[in-house]
């Protein structure tokens, strides 16, 4: 439906109201009472309508679901909406969803429906159902819903938004990556054995007495029944892998000529980013998938030593730094989907605090960086975090990868596996290329581009 503009008549109330005025003429002329009172009429009725479908409009509630509640782009979701209102009503209201721009034309719906249920406090629901679908990641305001009431007798129309709109979350794609051996070697059930001696026996245990603050899933019972006293294990023979990733979110790092801004007309006009970040991005999350599979727990932190995804304003849990599981990859994947470039801070980043969290981690399995554009004193300073990782991989976002050659260089001289790749390069090669060494810039592929949405 193509909402016309505001008014206040529809045309069979300016033709009653046309053929009032032609009754009052006409008895000017003949001298009839009759014809008088009845122009009186016609002209009254299109105005009293008017008046009464402001004043007496109908109250309604309106209630929106989505299935699935956190989708991914490229993939639909289901909106079931449901409108309450009084059991009886002057006419049929004409209702449209507002949307964003980028899901194309809004879907149209009359109330009553042809699904009622008839509630209490005189009221009733009608329910519709339509199918939404992103192409590209964020947070979209679905709603409100555009009401246009009109009378009994169809004379006059008034248009009013019901209030009530939700967030539909879509987070970014993530891409199947081959497995490679940055991941390390696991056994079936996900673990990684350290190097300590495995034990023959449950009872071999190596304990200790319980101190204060050990966690009670340490306490090892049949040492503690043989000992009269609490005791806990002192070494285990596996141990969950951990991997750190740390993320670039300087809107300078990712400029192309001048600071990215949000564009309009551009593909995320609701966020401050450009192609090169969002490839990044997408390697987030495909990165963070393929390893949350492999049982890592992960830890994500920014180029500030701050937790990675504090700045997000979809995220669940901002200042979350560890996740693991499904859950924990859920959050990550909802705190990405609103992540966007952010001004310059007031701090430099590959700092101290920052190298600093990286050596004590080092023993906590690959760090790997998703980067933009690096000056040379930052490539230095990041360096040489790599020293005493098990891997140490770095990916360099940037529009024009050619630039980034002493980058790289620098990097790789530190002891990092560091390659450079632009919005049209495939990361499923530039995950590849992590099972050797040394790097180099892997090609871009030019791939689909299309800011279209479909339906």
């Not at 987070?171 to 300590?196: K, M, W, Y």
């Not at 806990?232 to 750190?244: D, I, L």
Request: hydrophobic share 40%; proline share 7%; glycine share 10%.
């Amino acid at each position: 439906m193509e909402w016309s503009k505001a008014r206040i008549l529809t045309p069979r109330g300016w033709g009653l109201a046309g053929a009032g005025l032609f009754c009052v003429l006409l008895a000017q002329i003949m001298g009839r009472k009759d014809l008088l009172v009845l122009g009186l009429f016609l002209l009254l009725l299109p105005v009293l309508a008017a008046i009464g479908v402001r004043l007496l409009a109908p109250g309604f509630i309106v209630y929106r679901e989505f299935t699935p509640a956190v989708v991914e782009a490229e993939s639909s979701t289901t909106v079931d909406l449901a409108v309450g209102g009084p059991l009886r009503t002057a006419g049929r209201v004409r209702m449209s969803e507002t949307l964003p721009p980028r899901f194309g034309r809004s879907p149209e719906f009359i109330y009553p429906g042809k699904v009622q249920n008839d509630g209490k406090a005189g009221l009733r629901s009608s329910r519709y159902q339509y199918h939404l679908r992103s192409a590209s990641r964020g947070q979209f305001p679905i709603g409100p819903v555009n009401a246009e009431l009109s009378d009994a007798f169809g004379l006059s129309t008034h248009q009013r938004s019901l209030p009530g709109s939700d967030l539909l979350t879509v987070t970014p794609r993530a891409l199947e990556l081959p497995v490679t051996t940055v991941s390390g070697a696991r056994s079936s059930d996900g673990v990684i054995a350290t190097g300590q001696r495995a034990n023959p026996s449950d009872d071999d245990v190596m304990t200790r007495e319980y101190r204060h603050g050990d966690p009670m899933r340490r306490v090892h019972w049949p040492a503690t029944a043989r000992q009269g006293q609490l005791m806990v294990r002192q070494e285990e023979s596996v141990t969950t892998p951990e991997a750190t990733l740390l993320l670039d979110l300087r809107a300078g790092a990712f400029a192309d000529g001048g600071s990215p801004a949000r564009n309009p007309g551009g593909e995320h006009p609701e966020l401050r980013s450009s192609a090169a970040f969002e490839w990044s991005v997408v390697a987030a999350m495909s990165i963070s998938a393929h390893l949350v599979e492999r049982s890592f727990e992960l830890r994500l932190l920014d180029v500030f030593g701050k937790p990675g995804l504090a700045s997000s304003r979809s995220a669940p849990e901002a200042m979350t730094e560890e996740y693991a599981g499904a859950a924990g990859l859920h959050s990550i994947a909802e705190s990405l989907a609103a992540i966007e470039l952010q001004e310059d801070q007031n701090g430099t980043a590959f700092n101290d605090d920052l190298l600093e969290r990286l050596s004590s981690g080092r023993q906590r399995g690959p760090v790997i960086a998703i980067l933009g554009q690096l000056s040379t004193a930052e490539a230095r300073a990041l360096a040489v975090a790599a020293q005493g990782s098990p891997a140490a991989c770095a990916i360099v976002s940037s529009h024009h990868p050619e630039q980034a050659a002493q980058t790289l260089e620098l990097l790789r001289q530190g002891g990092w596996r560091a390659i450079a790749a632009n919005e049209g390069t495939s990361l499923r090669r530039v995950w590849s290329y992590f099972d050797a060494g040394p790097l180099e810039t892997a090609p871009a592929e030019q791939q689909p581009s299309g800011s279209g949405v479909p339906r």
